[in-house]
């Protein structure tokens, strides 16, 4: 499932607020180690730091702990401590480390996207070396032949396009309110000038199901709040108060 052998560990995530914060909690030690695994199974599943079991299937927390012997009480309280903190999010019952841009080399992912592109050309090349060397028999099969090759090669192309990342430039996500989809687009933009906070296709639609269970005017206020803060990603009053408490905290260690 990954082409993705390795991610960035940072050494300073020893001593980060967090990690120290979560290790003085009971079972602190077992919960820090198991955001360790849950990095390096994010890198495995190779899916924009979603957890997956197989291609089509996420892990559960109970999925989780029995694949890597942890208690299930232990995997469920890690996971929503890690909520808690900021550090992974929940969409659609899937598990998404947040910031998954951080934990990955984009020379490495770019390397990797080069020699899938240059296999897969291979393998087209192989394809069409093998239909004109099997048809013999008349020039229109040869044709026939040719053409469901160059058919296969455009749809390809097209799908390559469907994957290349969204220009939010004159894009409408909010259709029924301007000011709505202006502040959106413009909360896109000040991700872009942050470092690793380019949003991804997958990044844009969790955040619009976000703000669209939000009446139309606090939607723009969060947007707001987190533009002028260069926040990646919104928060309600009451959370960013229970956050701001945590991180206060960290201030008595």
């Known amino acids: ?38 990095l390096a199974q994010a890198g495995e599943s190779n899916k924009d730091g979603a957890l997956y079991f197989t291609e089509e299937i996420p892990y559960s927390p109970e999925e989780f702990a029995l694949q890597y012997d942890f208690e299930a009480d232990t995997v469920k309280l890690a996971v929503t401590t890690f ?5 992974i999010e929940i969409f659609e019952g899937i598990i998404y480390i947040k910031n998954w841009e951080e934990y990955q080399n984009a020379g490495g992912l770019e390397k990797i996207r080069e020699q899938n592109r240059i296999r897969q050309a291979n393998y087209r090349q192989k394809l069409l070396d093998n239909a004109k060397s099997n048809v013999t028999v008349t020039e229109e099969i040869t044709l026939h032949n040719g053409t469901d090759i160059d058919i296969e090669i455009e749809e390809d192309k097209e799908i390559k396009k469907k994957k290349k990342p969204l220009k939010d430039k004159n894009i ?38 976000k703000l669209s ?17 260069n926040w990646k990603d919104i928060y309600m009053p009451e959370v960013k108060k229970d956050y701001q408490s945590v991180i206060e905290g960290w201030g008595n260690d």
Not at 83 to 87: D, H, L, N, S
Not at 183 to 192: E, G, H
């Open 1 to 38: 499932m990954a082409d993705v052998k390795w991610i960035k560990f940072y050494v300073s995530i020893l001593t980060s607020p967090k990690i120290k914060r979560i290790r003085r909690m009971p079972d602190g030690n077992t919960i820090a180690l198991i955001w360790a695994f849950l």
């Open 83 to 87: 909520e808690r903190f900021g550090m």
């Open 172 to 209: 409408v996500y909010f259709p029924n309110d301007e000011k709505l989809n202006q502040t959106f687009l413009d909360f896109i933009q000040m991700r872009k000038s942050l470092k690793n906070g380019t949003m991804t296709e997958r990044a844009i639609s969790m955040m619009i199901t």
């Open 213 to 229: 269970k939000l009446d139309n005017d606090t939607a723009i206020a969060l947007l707001e709040k987190s533009i002028t803060n």
